[in-house]
């Protein structure tokens, strides 16, 4: 039976052109009544075929990167936005660690701007020396030389991300101790194209650690003072042990416990249950070692301590 030339364009287009083999339309040439094709309209009519079909499939290309670009555009408007408002200083790089971007927030805690920042290197705001002893200390756990921005990146080579302690120098010359998360900027095939790093300051945490410090060594020294008071062990020894304790929590050389008397007209004076030696010569040693059991009594208010006593203000 014969095919109409209908026909045979429907199969070359279905077979031949559909990059899916899949019909998705019909080329035709239509007459009033049958013909036979010769093979070299068949071939005519396939390679026009495969023509339109070109069309067809550029043109639906170049919408999906149109709308591809116009996804592109949203994610890197939303993602410039996010970076820009964050509250954590975003620093990113190349693979060679040259800056390429410098967030508001690493503005306000470094102090440089970003156009004095970009091109350079992370080392322009880090402590040299602290670089250089994470370097020996990394290049002694991987066993090979490690310096520069490699520091920083090294650990990258084990893991997607890396979180460690550093120090910023602020361009005021002011040092700031930041938690620094470094992981890997990746294309959307996987290949490495740059590094991020994300900081956080630490100077309120610290500051808070330290109080916490703080007040569980004062605390801890006046348990000690109370259980040695309870136990019934003598005064003298009490306030010794109590200003050893002082002088090593304060990290001072000198130091004494008092208490404020008055005398008879009402005036203030000193009286030394525990004091160092401050002795400077043969006389004041021969004093200090009179006077250190009884205690001493200072009566010159003309004194930084006097000063403390009159007015009741630390000085």
Request: aromatic share 8%; charged share 25%.
């Amino acid at each position: 039976k014969q095919k109409t030339a209908y026909e045979m364009c429907g199969r070359a287009w279905s077979s031949d052109v559909c990059s899916s083999d899949l019909n998705v339309g019909t080329l035709c040439v239509i007459d009033r009544k049958p013909r036979h094709l010769s093979e070299s309209q068949r071939d005519a009519l396939r390679a026009l075929g495969r023509q339109i079909m070109r069309i067809v499939e550029l043109r639906q290309s170049n919408h999906n990167q149109l709308q591809l670009r116009r996804e592109l555009a949203a994610k890197t408007v939303l993602n410039n936005t996010i970076v820009a408002h964050a509250g954590t200083a975003i620093i990113s790089s190349n693979l060679e660690g040259i800056i390429a971007s410098f967030n508001p927030a690493a503005e306000k805690l470094l102090g440089y701007s970003s156009e004095e920042m970009i091109g350079k290197t992370p080392q322009a705001f880090h402590d040299p020396s602290e670089v250089q002893r994470v370097a020996e200390e990394l290049s002694k756990r991987y066993g090979e030389p490690i310096s520069g921005f490699e520091t920083f990146i090294r650990p990258l080579k084990e893991q997607e991300s890396h979180t460690s302690e550093w120090t910023y120098i602020c361009k005021d010359g002011t040092r700031t101790p930041i938690m620094l998360t470094v992981s890997t900027l990746r294309d959307e095939k996987g290949i490495p194209f740059g590094y991020l790093g994300v900081a956080r300051d630490l100077t309120a945490t610290k500051a808070r650690n330290h109080q916490l410090e703080v007040a569980a060594k004062v605390s801890a020294i006046i348990h000690q003072s109370q259980q040695a008071f309870i136990a019934g062990v003598p005064s003298k020894s009490i306030f010794d042990e109590l200003l050893g304790a002082l002088l090593a929590f304060t990290g001072s050389e000198y130091g004494f416990i008092g208490e404020v008397l008055t005398e008879k007209d009402g005036s203030p004076y000193l009286k030394t249950h525990a004091i160092t030696n401050i002795a400077w010569n043969k006389e004041t040693q021969k004093l200090y070692e009179e006077n250190k059991e009884k205690g001493f009594e200072f009566k010159n208010l003309k004194t930084l301590f006097g000063a403390a006593m009159t007015t009741g203000e630390p000085v």
